[in-house]
């Protein structure tokens, strides 16, 4: 089965480290989201590429957080320094334009 | 700018009888309208999703959902409800533009009682 993989599943870190998250989109799907999702703000779009090109970054912090496509099989999103409100789960989540989009299991990011 | 709405945080229905979860959207261009579904702990998975055609649109588990152009909304339906459908479910939206982007309302969670 092709699937959204995502690294790690579960992440603590301390309050000003930096915290690296990893995706591999599912082979072929030229667009590649990424989502945070919390109780009080529900599932947010933080950054969204198509061709490894960012096409949308709008929803996402930008002096903390950076999202990347070094290749067309690894999405990346950092946040530099990581801060308590930064705690949610991630979601990384591929597809085809115009099309529905397949989500990984998330990394649940606990910065204390 | 696109826009999803789900307008009940919780809906409730006894099992076997039919259920309805709201969404009603906005958007510029021609909608592709989705519906998923997020289990505790576990990433959202695809239902279904409207792009053209038949206004009502067939997906897993039984589910099923009509488009209605004029009311802008895109409805969950089921018509037997089962335990295992409890769950939080998702509507989204990409509009056909360039940018295409996928946004979410704010999810409601279907609680069917045994």
């Known amino acids: 089965d092709a699937r959204v993989t995502q690294t790690p599943r579960h992440k603590v870190t301390e309050m000003g480290q930096e915290v690296t998250m990893r995706c591999q989109p599912i082979?072929?799907?030229?667009?590649v989201f990424w989502y945070r999702q919390t109780m009080m703000q529900g599932l947010e779009l933080l950054a969204y590429f198509r061709n490894r090109a960012p096409l949308d970054d709008s929803g996402m912090p930008k002096d903390r957080f950076s999202a990347e496509m070094p290749d067309a099989t690894l999405a990346t999103l950092k946040i530099q320094p990581s801060e308590p409100r930064d705690s949610a789960v991630y979601f990384c989540?591929?597809?085809?334009?115009?099309?529905?989009?397949?989500f990984g299991q998330g990394t649940r990011l606990t910065v204390v | 700018a696109q826009s999803v709405a789900q307008p009940e945080d919780q809906v409730n229905v006894a099992e076997g009888n039919p259920l309805t979860v709201k969404c009603t959207y906005s958007v510029s261009g021609n909608p592709y309208l989705f519906w998923y579904v997020q289990y505790p702990n576990r990433g959202l998975q695809f239902l279904l999703k409207?792009?053209?055609?038949?206004?009502l649109v067939k997906g897993s588990y039984g589910f099923e959902a009509e488009f209605n152009k004029s009311q802008t909304s895109f409805h969950l339906k089921k018509p037997s409800a089962l335990v295992s459908d409890s769950a939080l479910y998702f509507c989204a939206v990409r509009d056909d533009g360039a940018t295409n982007k996928l946004i979410f309302g704010t999810g409601t969670l279907l609680a069917v009682q045994p």
């Open positions: 082979l072929g799907h030229n667009t």
């Open positions: 989540a591929s597809g085809e334009q115009g099309s529905e989009a397949f």
């Open positions: 409207y792009i053209t055609g038949d206004n």
